[in-house]
Protein backbone atom coordinates (compact mmCIF):
# COMPACT_ATOMS: atom_id res chain seq x y z
CA UNK A 1 0.00 0.00 0.00
CA UNK A 2 1.36 3.81 -0.83
CA UNK A 3 -0.12 6.65 0.27
CA UNK A 4 -1.10 7.45 -2.95
CA UNK A 5 -3.69 4.83 -3.35
CA UNK A 6 -5.68 6.72 -1.03
CA UNK A 7 -7.58 9.98 -2.53
CA UNK A 8 -9.47 12.26 0.54
CA UNK A 9 -11.91 15.26 -0.31
CA UNK A 10 -14.25 17.21 2.01
CA UNK A 11 -17.69 17.34 0.86
CA UNK A 12 -20.76 19.20 1.99
CA UNK A 13 -24.63 18.72 1.29
CA UNK A 14 -27.79 20.50 1.65
CA UNK A 15 -29.94 19.05 3.66
CA UNK A 16 -33.31 21.56 4.20
CA UNK A 17 -31.65 24.31 6.43
CA UNK A 18 -28.75 22.67 7.37
CA UNK A 19 -25.54 21.06 6.30
CA UNK A 20 -24.06 18.16 6.42
CA UNK A 21 -20.25 17.00 6.25
CA UNK A 22 -18.61 13.87 4.54
CA UNK A 23 -15.06 12.80 4.62
CA UNK A 24 -15.06 10.64 1.31
CA UNK A 25 -12.36 8.18 0.87
CA UNK A 26 -11.57 6.83 -2.21
CA UNK A 27 -9.28 3.56 -3.08
CA UNK A 28 -7.04 4.69 -6.29
CA UNK A 29 -5.33 1.66 -6.55
CA UNK A 30 -5.87 -2.03 -8.17
CA UNK A 31 -6.07 -4.11 -4.63
CA UNK A 32 -8.35 -4.13 -1.54
CA UNK A 33 -7.87 -1.77 0.89
CA UNK A 34 -8.56 -3.37 4.23
CA UNK A 35 -7.92 -2.07 8.01
CA UNK A 36 -4.32 -2.03 8.24
CA UNK A 37 -3.84 1.85 7.96
CA UNK A 38 -4.70 4.81 9.93
CA UNK A 39 -5.61 8.24 8.25
CA UNK A 40 -3.96 11.54 10.84
CA UNK A 41 -5.31 14.98 10.62
CA UNK A 42 -3.89 17.94 12.00
CA UNK A 43 -7.22 20.66 12.34
CA UNK A 44 -9.69 18.08 13.62
CA UNK A 45 -12.05 15.01 11.94
CA UNK A 46 -14.41 14.20 13.95
CA UNK A 47 -16.82 11.39 12.53
CA UNK A 48 -20.76 11.89 14.24
CA UNK A 49 -21.77 9.34 16.90
CA UNK A 50 -23.62 7.06 14.50
CA UNK A 51 -20.37 6.26 12.55
CA UNK A 52 -19.14 2.72 13.05
CA UNK A 53 -16.61 1.85 10.27
CA UNK A 54 -14.12 4.21 11.62
CA UNK A 55 -13.09 5.53 15.00
CA UNK A 56 -11.31 8.40 15.65
CA UNK A 57 -8.16 8.84 18.17
CA UNK A 58 -7.15 12.29 19.25
CA UNK A 59 -3.49 12.44 20.61
CA UNK A 60 -3.21 15.89 21.37
CA UNK A 61 -5.32 19.31 20.88
CA UNK A 62 -6.96 18.33 17.64
CA UNK A 63 -4.07 16.30 16.39
CA UNK A 64 -5.17 12.06 15.70
CA UNK A 65 -5.92 10.01 13.29
CA UNK A 66 -8.75 7.38 11.83
CA UNK A 67 -8.60 4.36 11.92
CA UNK A 68 -11.03 1.09 10.38
CA UNK A 69 -13.01 -0.91 12.79
CA UNK A 70 -14.26 -4.08 12.84
CA UNK A 71 -16.93 -3.09 10.61
CA UNK A 72 -15.35 -1.48 8.11
CA UNK A 73 -15.59 -3.94 4.36
CA UNK A 74 -12.81 -3.42 2.52
CA UNK A 75 -12.68 -0.70 -0.30
CA UNK A 76 -13.09 -1.91 -3.66
CA UNK A 77 -10.55 -0.39 -6.32
CA UNK A 78 -11.97 2.67 -7.37
CA UNK A 79 -14.97 2.59 -4.63
CA UNK A 80 -15.35 5.12 -2.40
CA UNK A 81 -16.68 5.13 1.01
CA UNK A 82 -18.77 8.45 2.92
CA UNK A 83 -17.69 9.03 6.93
CA UNK A 84 -20.18 12.14 8.17
CA UNK A 85 -17.94 14.62 10.57
CA UNK A 86 -19.37 16.93 12.43
CA UNK A 87 -19.04 20.64 11.42
CA UNK A 88 -16.86 22.88 13.01
CA UNK A 89 -15.68 26.52 13.28
CA UNK A 90 -14.34 26.04 9.34
CA UNK A 91 -17.65 24.65 7.90
CA UNK A 92 -18.00 26.25 4.39
CA UNK A 93 -14.64 27.10 3.83
CA UNK A 94 -11.68 26.55 1.88
CA UNK A 95 -9.78 25.78 5.53
CA UNK A 96 -11.68 22.57 5.83
CA UNK A 97 -9.54 20.70 3.61
CA UNK A 98 -6.53 21.68 5.20
CA UNK A 99 -5.83 19.13 7.49
CA UNK A 100 -1.97 17.99 6.55
CA UNK A 101 -3.67 14.61 6.26
CA UNK A 102 -0.72 11.73 6.15
CA UNK A 103 -1.42 7.59 5.88
CA UNK A 104 0.26 5.22 7.90
CA UNK A 105 0.55 1.43 7.47
CA UNK A 106 0.39 -1.34 9.95
CA UNK A 107 2.52 -4.54 9.84
CA UNK A 108 2.45 -7.12 12.67
CA UNK A 109 1.73 -4.13 14.63
CA UNK A 110 4.26 -1.66 13.56
CA UNK A 111 3.18 1.72 12.22
CA UNK A 112 4.70 2.84 9.27
CA UNK A 113 4.57 6.27 7.68
CA UNK A 114 3.77 6.13 4.68
CA UNK A 115 3.07 10.19 3.33
CA UNK A 116 0.47 12.15 2.23
CA UNK A 117 -2.99 11.13 0.52
CA UNK A 118 -3.83 12.83 -3.08
CA UNK A 119 -6.05 15.57 -1.36
CA UNK A 120 -8.92 16.56 -3.29
CA UNK A 121 -10.60 20.07 -4.30
CA UNK A 122 -13.19 20.30 -1.38
CA UNK A 123 -16.91 19.94 -2.52
CA UNK A 124 -18.69 22.72 -0.03
CA UNK A 125 -22.30 24.44 0.20
CA UNK A 126 -21.80 28.24 -0.50
CA UNK A 127 -21.40 29.95 3.21
CA UNK A 128 -24.32 32.55 3.19
CA UNK A 129 -24.32 32.73 7.10
CA UNK A 130 -22.47 31.23 10.33
CA UNK A 131 -23.07 27.84 10.40
CA UNK A 132 -22.11 27.34 14.47
CA UNK A 133 -24.00 27.87 17.18
CA UNK A 134 -21.94 29.83 18.71
CA UNK A 135 -21.33 32.65 16.26
CA UNK A 136 -24.27 35.04 17.32
CA UNK A 137 -26.01 36.47 14.31
CA UNK A 138 -25.34 40.44 13.79
CA UNK A 139 -27.03 43.22 15.16
CA UNK A 140 -28.28 45.95 13.42
CA UNK A 141 -25.46 47.97 14.44
CA UNK A 142 -23.26 45.81 13.23
CA UNK A 143 -24.70 45.29 9.94
CA UNK A 144 -24.46 49.01 9.38
CA UNK A 145 -20.37 47.95 8.71
CA UNK A 146 -21.51 45.91 5.42
CA UNK A 147 -22.08 49.45 4.06
CA UNK A 148 -19.96 49.83 0.64
CA UNK A 149 -19.29 53.43 2.56
CA UNK A 150 -20.34 55.54 5.62
CA UNK A 151 -19.90 58.69 4.55
CA UNK A 152 -18.28 60.45 1.19
CA UNK A 153 -14.41 60.48 1.93
CA UNK A 154 -11.53 59.61 -0.90
CA UNK A 155 -9.73 56.33 -0.61
CA UNK A 156 -6.38 57.45 -1.16
CA UNK A 157 -5.41 57.74 2.47
CA UNK A 158 -5.63 54.77 4.83
CA UNK A 159 -6.57 55.33 7.52
CA UNK A 160 -8.63 58.51 6.96
CA UNK A 161 -7.20 61.67 8.31
CA UNK A 162 -8.52 64.05 10.64
CA UNK A 163 -9.16 66.75 7.82
CA UNK A 164 -8.14 66.89 4.53
CA UNK A 165 -8.73 69.56 1.62
CA UNK A 166 -8.19 67.72 -1.61
CA UNK A 167 -8.56 69.38 -4.74
CA UNK A 168 -9.11 68.00 -8.26
CA UNK A 169 -5.97 69.32 -9.21
CA UNK A 170 -2.65 66.91 -9.85
CA UNK A 171 0.58 67.69 -9.48
CA UNK A 172 3.62 66.08 -11.75
CA UNK A 173 6.78 66.35 -10.84
CA UNK A 174 10.04 64.41 -12.68
CA UNK A 175 12.09 63.67 -9.22
CA UNK A 176 11.82 64.42 -5.33
CA UNK A 177 14.57 65.30 -2.92
CA UNK A 178 14.68 66.26 1.04
CA UNK A 179 15.92 69.48 1.29
CA UNK A 180 16.35 69.63 4.82
CA UNK A 181 18.37 66.88 6.71
CA UNK A 182 18.39 68.14 10.51
CA UNK A 183 15.60 65.66 10.67
CA UNK A 184 18.51 62.74 10.27
CA UNK A 185 16.68 59.66 10.72
CA UNK A 186 13.21 60.84 9.08
CA UNK A 187 15.01 62.60 5.99
CA UNK A 188 17.45 58.91 5.64
CA UNK A 189 14.13 56.87 5.73
CA UNK A 190 12.52 59.43 2.95
CA UNK A 191 15.45 59.43 0.86
CA UNK A 192 15.61 55.74 1.01
CA UNK A 193 12.31 55.38 0.05
CA UNK A 194 11.94 57.62 -2.77
CA UNK A 195 15.49 55.86 -4.10
CA UNK A 196 13.02 52.45 -4.16
CA UNK A 197 10.52 54.29 -5.92
CA UNK A 198 12.59 55.72 -8.15
CA UNK A 199 11.59 58.82 -7.88
CA UNK A 200 14.63 60.41 -6.17
CA UNK A 201 16.78 63.46 -7.59
CA UNK A 202 17.55 67.02 -8.05
CA UNK A 203 13.69 68.18 -8.73
CA UNK A 204 10.67 69.39 -6.27
CA UNK A 205 12.09 70.30 -2.79
CA UNK A 206 10.37 68.13 0.26
CA UNK A 207 10.64 70.24 3.72
CA UNK A 208 10.35 67.94 6.99
CA UNK A 209 10.38 70.30 10.46
CA UNK A 210 9.37 70.27 13.60
CA UNK A 211 6.53 72.43 15.49
CA UNK A 212 4.84 71.20 19.05
CA UNK A 213 2.41 74.29 19.04
CA UNK A 214 0.77 72.85 15.89
CA UNK A 215 -2.77 71.99 17.22
CA UNK A 216 -2.62 68.18 14.99
CA UNK A 217 -0.30 65.50 14.94
CA UNK A 218 1.20 66.28 11.62
CA UNK A 219 0.47 68.83 8.73
CA UNK A 220 1.03 67.78 5.13
CA UNK A 221 1.16 70.46 2.09
CA UNK A 222 1.69 69.41 -1.22
CA UNK A 223 2.17 72.05 -3.78
CA UNK A 224 4.00 72.89 -7.40
CA UNK A 225 7.32 73.81 -6.15
CA UNK A 226 7.07 71.82 -2.73
CA UNK A 227 5.99 69.33 -0.38
CA UNK A 228 5.74 70.42 3.36
CA UNK A 229 5.65 68.02 6.31
CA UNK A 230 4.96 70.07 9.79
CA UNK A 231 5.02 67.16 12.91
CA UNK A 232 4.48 67.85 16.93
CA UNK A 233 7.34 65.53 17.12
CA UNK A 234 9.56 63.11 14.83
CA UNK A 235 7.52 60.13 14.81
CA UNK A 236 4.41 62.58 13.97
CA UNK A 237 6.58 63.65 10.94
CA UNK A 238 7.08 59.93 10.06
CA UNK A 239 3.52 59.69 10.02
CA UNK A 240 3.17 62.66 7.80
CA UNK A 241 5.46 60.79 5.06
CA UNK A 242 3.49 57.78 5.32
CA UNK A 243 0.10 60.02 3.98
CA UNK A 244 2.35 61.47 1.58
CA UNK A 245 3.72 57.98 0.65
CA UNK A 246 0.14 56.79 -0.07
CA UNK A 247 -0.85 60.06 -2.48
CA UNK A 248 2.37 59.34 -4.88
CA UNK A 249 1.24 57.60 -8.24
CA UNK A 250 4.42 56.41 -10.04
CA UNK A 251 4.36 57.37 -14.15
CA UNK A 252 6.89 56.33 -16.95
CA UNK A 253 9.30 59.53 -15.79
CA UNK A 254 8.41 61.20 -12.28
CA UNK A 255 5.52 60.44 -10.36
CA UNK A 256 1.78 62.58 -9.83
CA UNK A 257 0.43 63.25 -6.06
CA UNK A 258 -2.74 65.12 -6.39
CA UNK A 259 -2.75 68.92 -4.04
CA UNK A 260 -3.84 68.54 -0.65
CA UNK A 261 -3.96 70.21 2.74
CA UNK A 262 -4.39 67.52 5.69
CA UNK A 263 -4.21 68.14 9.23
CA UNK A 264 -4.33 64.75 11.31
CA UNK A 265 -4.42 63.21 14.42
CA UNK A 266 -4.43 60.23 15.43
CA UNK A 267 -8.10 58.91 17.09
CA UNK A 268 -6.01 55.59 19.60
CA UNK A 269 -2.62 56.10 20.84
CA UNK A 270 -2.12 52.45 20.23
CA UNK A 271 -3.13 51.24 17.18
CA UNK A 272 -1.39 47.69 17.56
CA UNK A 273 -1.80 44.59 15.17
CA UNK A 274 -1.30 41.05 16.92
CA UNK A 275 0.93 38.66 14.65
CA UNK A 276 0.79 34.93 16.24
CA UNK A 277 3.90 33.31 15.97
CA UNK A 278 3.34 30.46 18.06
CA UNK A 279 1.04 28.18 15.52
CA UNK A 280 2.78 29.15 12.50
CA UNK A 281 5.86 30.54 12.61
CA UNK A 282 7.50 33.36 10.54
CA UNK A 283 11.01 34.06 10.52
CA UNK A 284 12.83 37.77 11.52
CA UNK A 285 12.68 38.82 7.69
CA UNK A 286 8.78 38.50 7.87
CA UNK A 287 8.11 39.75 11.05
CA UNK A 288 10.33 42.87 9.77
CA UNK A 289 8.43 43.17 6.27
CA UNK A 290 4.92 43.13 8.55
CA UNK A 291 6.44 45.94 10.52
CA UNK A 292 7.19 47.69 7.53
CA UNK A 293 3.34 47.76 6.25
CA UNK A 294 2.12 48.45 9.71
CA UNK A 295 3.96 52.00 9.55
CA UNK A 296 2.57 52.45 6.18
CA UNK A 297 -0.82 52.52 8.04
CA UNK A 298 0.13 54.08 11.07
CA UNK A 299 0.04 51.44 13.37
CA UNK A 300 2.49 51.63 16.15
CA UNK A 301 2.19 48.50 18.62
CA UNK A 302 3.36 45.07 17.33
CA UNK A 303 2.30 42.10 19.88
CA UNK A 304 4.07 39.09 18.98
CA UNK A 305 2.33 35.43 20.20
CA UNK A 306 5.36 33.62 21.15
CA UNK A 307 3.93 30.79 22.74
CA UNK A 308 0.84 28.75 22.78
CA UNK A 309 -0.04 24.69 22.75
CA UNK A 310 1.81 24.83 19.09
CA UNK A 311 4.66 26.20 19.90
CA UNK A 312 7.16 28.20 22.01
CA UNK A 313 9.21 31.16 19.49
CA UNK A 314 11.68 32.96 21.48
CA UNK A 315 14.83 31.78 22.54
CA UNK A 316 15.25 31.64 26.44
CA UNK A 317 18.93 30.43 26.91
CA UNK A 318 18.35 29.18 30.19
CA UNK A 319 15.90 26.96 29.21
CA UNK A 320 16.81 25.48 25.61
CA UNK A 321 14.18 22.99 25.61
CA UNK A 322 11.54 25.42 24.81
CA UNK A 323 13.17 25.73 21.27
CA UNK A 324 14.66 22.29 20.87
CA UNK A 325 11.47 20.65 21.28
CA UNK A 326 9.11 23.35 21.64
CA UNK A 327 9.34 24.89 18.29
CA UNK A 328 9.37 22.21 16.27
CA UNK A 329 6.21 20.39 14.94
CA UNK A 330 6.42 16.70 13.34
CA UNK A 331 5.07 13.33 13.01
CA UNK A 332 8.53 11.95 13.84
CA UNK A 333 8.57 13.54 17.34
CA UNK A 334 11.36 11.07 19.05
CA UNK A 335 15.35 10.23 18.13
CA UNK A 336 16.60 6.56 17.29
CA UNK A 337 17.34 6.75 21.02
CA UNK A 338 13.76 7.74 22.14
CA UNK A 339 14.89 11.71 23.01
CA UNK A 340 11.96 14.09 22.38
CA UNK A 341 12.96 16.19 19.15
CA UNK A 342 9.14 18.39 18.48
CA UNK A 343 5.52 18.18 19.11
CA UNK A 344 2.62 16.73 18.08
CA UNK A 345 1.60 18.77 14.47
CA UNK A 346 -1.37 20.98 14.44
CA UNK A 347 -3.49 23.34 12.62
CA UNK A 348 -2.95 21.98 9.27
CA UNK A 349 0.54 20.55 9.71
CA UNK A 350 1.35 17.13 7.74
CA UNK A 351 3.93 14.41 8.55
CA UNK A 352 7.00 16.71 8.18
CA UNK A 353 8.81 18.98 10.23
CA UNK A 354 7.47 22.56 11.05
CA UNK A 355 8.53 25.14 13.37
CA UNK A 356 11.21 27.84 13.98
CA UNK A 357 12.43 30.06 16.59
CA UNK A 358 13.62 33.64 17.20
CA UNK A 359 16.68 33.42 18.61
CA UNK A 360 18.23 36.08 21.61
CA UNK A 361 20.29 38.17 19.32
CA UNK A 362 17.25 38.13 16.58
CA UNK A 363 14.94 39.18 19.20
CA UNK A 364 17.56 42.18 19.84
CA UNK A 365 18.03 43.12 16.69
CA UNK A 366 13.97 43.58 16.26
CA UNK A 367 13.67 45.50 18.97
CA UNK A 368 16.25 48.13 18.10
Known amino acids: MNASDLAVQIIEQQEGDSVITFLQITNRSSDLIGRQWRLYFSLGVSPVAAENRVRQTILDGRYGFLEPTAQWQALEPGASINIQIN ?10 ARQGFHVTRLIDGSEHLLGA ?52 DEINVTSLYVADTSLNSEATYLRKLLLQMGVFGEGTPIYLSI ?45 T ?19 DIARHFQPLDQIKKTIEVMSTYKMNRLQLGISNDEGWRLEIQSVPELTIVGARRSYHRYKPDGTLRALYPAWGDDHQDYGGFISRNEFVDLLR
Open 117 to 168: PVLLEPDLVPLTRPRNTWVRADTPQQDQHLATSLESAPDEIIPATREQILSS
Open 211 to 255: EPSIESSYQLDTATDGINIVGQDESAVFYGIQTFRQLIRLQEVGC
Open 257 to 275: FPRVQVADTPDFEHRAFFL
Open 87 to 96: NWLFSGMQLV
